[in-house]
């Protein structure tokens, strides 16, 4: 037993001696020239095309362009209009300064946005766009008013002043956002 393992372990040093042994003073180095089998171009691949939350989509098909992780098209002023999950479904709170609310119940859920969003690490998904449902339908919002029916979806904000790749930075909304070219 002990003289058939050492003839197996003398087979496999002397065959990795024998792979790794030199050339007998040959020159050494590649044993093959270097050749490049494609030739030099630029890649001109199209972007891959966002889906998920920021998919761009058609106002007019009422989320049926969307995934099923952000089934609404949604969108602001002068926005193009994109796919988004609902993220605070029948909400109440308070009206507050600036035309906010204060005290959202259920809380806005950046878990959701964060599932539906497949760009990358750039940009950062957040509940934060109050959809224009919500009852009594104020505008401005009264500040210490009770609000019912609020209901939000999901926006990517930029980080560092800058978004992923298929989307373009925005700032006419007073904070940096990301919305698809």
């Keep these: 037993m002990q003289m058939s393992r050492l003839f197996v372990m003398s087979v496999i040093v002397g065959s990795a001696l024998a792979a790794c042994g030199d050339d007998g003073g040959k020159g050494g180095g590649i044993d093959?020239?270097?050749?490049?089998?494609?030739?030099?171009?630029?890649?001109?691949?199209?972007?891959?095309?966002i889906t998920g939350l920021g998919q761009k989509c058609v106002q007019s098909m009422m989320g049926a362009d969307c995934p099923a992780d952000a089934p609404l098209?949604?969108?602001?002023?002068?926005?193009?209009?994109y796919c988004s999950p609902r993220c605070v479904t029948n909400g109440t709170a308070t009206g507050a300064a600036m035309n906010q609310f204060?005290?959202?119940?259920?809380?806005?859920?950046?878990a959701l946005c964060s599932a539906a969003?497949?760009?990358?690490?750039?940009?950062?998904?957040v509940c934060a766009a109050v959809l224009n449902n919500y009852m009594p339908?104020?505008?401005?919002?009264?500040?210490?008013?009770?609000?019912?029916?609020?209901?939000?979806?999901?926006?990517?904000?930029?980080?560092?002043?800058?978004?992923?790749?298929?989307?373009?930075?925005?700032?006419?909304?007073?904070v940096c956002a990301c919305f698809p070219q």
């Design 102 to 110: 204060m005290g959202i119940t259920p809380a806005p859920s950046n």
């Design 117 to 125: 969003y497949r760009a990358g690490a750039m940009g950062m998904p």
């Design 73 to 81: 098209c949604v969108g602001f002023a002068g926005t193009p209009t």
């Design 32 to 49: 093959a020239p270097k050749q490049i089998d494609a030739p030099s171009q630029p890649i001109d691949a199209p972007a891959a095309a």
């Design 137 to 174: 339908a104020d505008n401005p919002v009264v500040v210490g008013k009770a609000y019912t029916n609020i209901n939000m979806t999901c926006a990517v904000l930029c980080v560092s002043n800058a978004c992923p790749p298929g989307f373009a930075v925005n700032n006419s909304l007073g």
